[in-house]
């Protein structure tokens, strides 16, 4: 097997992963078109609710698919909405991308794509022990999703992307200890459509709620260029074929699963 056994190339890319990773022919696995016509109201539940910590240090990581930061076990929480009772811990965020502005998000909407798509991995710390125990369970993931369009500089976010020079290729890491909060990552307005999936990385283990912001937040397209730099292989694999210009898997089937809007639009 090859040093990079799935990525978003031809040889290796979403298309490739139901050989090695079987889970990713499931019934229950995403991203997902929304189509908002079949969105059923989610009713009166609780509001959604996060508490995330600003001041400590954060890794900027190159997993060689995307540029990923890590909280590094430090404590932000998100309760409320379709979560039940149970509480979940803020383990990582990451980002999808596209080749040109316009697509590179994973959902769509009514078939539209984004030109990016954040993703904040939670994992379920009243049941569970660890993000590794959780990422395993049906209710042991919740992923909140913000779709990224091109417009002005995102303040906030512009925080990881300077950094991104310095994690050019897989396996490069910076830590970095300015505070920021990831609350500023999301929209204003909390409404949102959500339903049952999977990881959309290998193994797509089917074990996320997934909560998709309605309302996407603008970044520049000198922050997504500088995502679109970022390389797949180490530094001493040489520079050819290891651009990773998009990662984004393509949507799947919804199925009999449902879909809840939470809130006007
Ligand atoms: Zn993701």
């Given at each position: 097997m090859s040093s990079q056994d799935w990525g978003y190339s031809v040889e290796n890319g979403p298309a490739t992963w139901i050989e090695k990773?079987?889970?990713?022919?499931?019934?229950?696995?995403?991203?997902?078109?929304?189509?908002t016509s079949r969105a059923g109201s989610g009713g009166s539940a609780p509001p959604l609710v996060w508490r995330y910590s600003v001041n400590h240090p954060r890794s900027v990581v190159n997993p060689g698919y995307c540029w990923r930061v890590d909280e590094n076990g430090y404590h932000s929480e998100l309760r409320g909405g379709p979560l039940g009772s149970d509480v979940y811990k803020l383990q990582q965020w990451h980002c999808h991308w596209g080749a040109?502005?316009?697509?590179?998000?994973e959902h769509t909407v009514d078939g539209r794509s984004f030109s990016g798509e954040l993703h904040l991995v939670h994992w379920n710390m009243t049941k569970y022990n660890s993000f590794t125990e959780a990422a395993g369970q049906p209710d042991g993931l919740a992923v909140l999703g913000v779709f990224l369009m091109v417009g002005s500089k995102h303040e906030e976010l512009d925080k990881v992307v300077k950094l991104l020079p310095y994690i050019m290729h897989k396996g490069d890491k910076v830590t970095f200890s300015e505070p920021l909060d990831?609350?500023?990552?999301?929209?204003?307005?909390t409404t949102y459509w959500t339903y049952p999936g999977s990881l959309?990385?290998?193994?797509?283990?089917?074990s996320v709620t997934w909560i998709l912001f309605k309302d996407p937040v603008q970044v520049s397209a000198e922050q997504l260029a500088l995502m679109r730099k970022?390389?797949?292989?180490?530094?001493?694999?040489?520079?050819?074929?290891?651009?990773?210009l998009h990662n984004y898997r393509p949507t799947l089937p919804l199925g009999n699963r449902e879909l809840r809007d939470y809130g006007i639009h």
């Open positions: 990773f079987p889970e990713a022919r499931g019934a229950r696995q995403s991203p997902v078109d929304i189509d040109v502005n316009g697509e590179g998000s990831p609350s500023h990552l999301l929209p204003r307005r959309t990385t290998p193994p797509c283990t089917e970022l390389r797949c292989g180490e530094a001493s694999c040489g520079e050819e074929a290891m651009e990773l």
